[in-house]
């Protein structure tokens, strides 16, 4: 005989238990986020930004975390939780530019970052 105890329902960016989080502060200008975009550390400020290979060469073109919930930062700096270590869903990582998981798988691993396909996507 079994009994239901409980359901689980899997995370689409989380492929695991996140290792590392912290507060960041996401960069005015840098728009409104989704959860799951892969942010850059501004060298000047440390405030973060969407990772894009093709952007301004200060910081923002290597990934340092994960966005854990969406944030607009528009008009203004929005703290964020993100996370500096663990393992997520690759279909469920955003990036800037044309930029994709190839361009930047490597870099997210130097990191503690790393990925599996283990979901598809979801839109929405």
Same mark, same amino acid.
């Given at each position: 005989?079994?009994? &239901?105890?409980? *359901?689980?329902?899997?995370? =689409?960016?989380? $492929?695991? &238990?996140? &290792?590392?989080?912290?507060?960041?502060?996401?960069? *005015?200008? %840098?728009?409104?986020?989704?959860?799951?975009?892969?942010?850059?550390?501004?060298?000047?400020?440390?405030?973060?930004?969407?990772?894009? *290979?093709?952007?301004?060469?200060?910081?923002?073109?290597? @990934?340092? $975390?994960?966005?854990? &919930? *969406?944030?607009?930062?528009?008009?203004?700096?929005?703290? $964020? @939780?993100?996370?500096?270590?663990?393992?997520?869903?690759? =279909? %469920?990582?955003?990036?800037?530019?044309?930029?994709?998981?190839?361009?930047?798988?490597? $870099?997210?691993?130097?990191?503690?970052?790393?990925?599996?396909?283990?979901? @598809? %996507?979801? =839109?929405?």
């Amino acid at each position: 005989m079994s009994q &239901e105890i409980g *359901s689980h329902s899997f995370d =689409n960016l989380l $492929a695991s &238990e996140v &290792e590392v989080t912290e507060g960041a502060t996401i960069v *005015s200008g %840098a728009g409104a986020l989704a959860r799951g975009t892969v942010l850059g550390k501004i060298t000047a400020s440390g405030k973060l930004t969407i990772v894009n *290979s093709a952007g301004t060469d200060d910081g923002r073109r290597k @990934p340092y $975390a994960v966005l854990l &919930e *969406s944030v607009d930062a528009t008009s203004a700096d929005k703290a $964020a @939780p993100v996370a500096l270590a663990g393992l997520f869903n690759a =279909n %469920a990582l955003v990036f800037g530019g044309t930029d994709t998981i190839a361009t930047h798988k490597e $870099a997210l691993r130097d990191v503690g970052l790393y990925t599996t396909t283990n979901q @598809p %996507a979801v =839109n929405g």
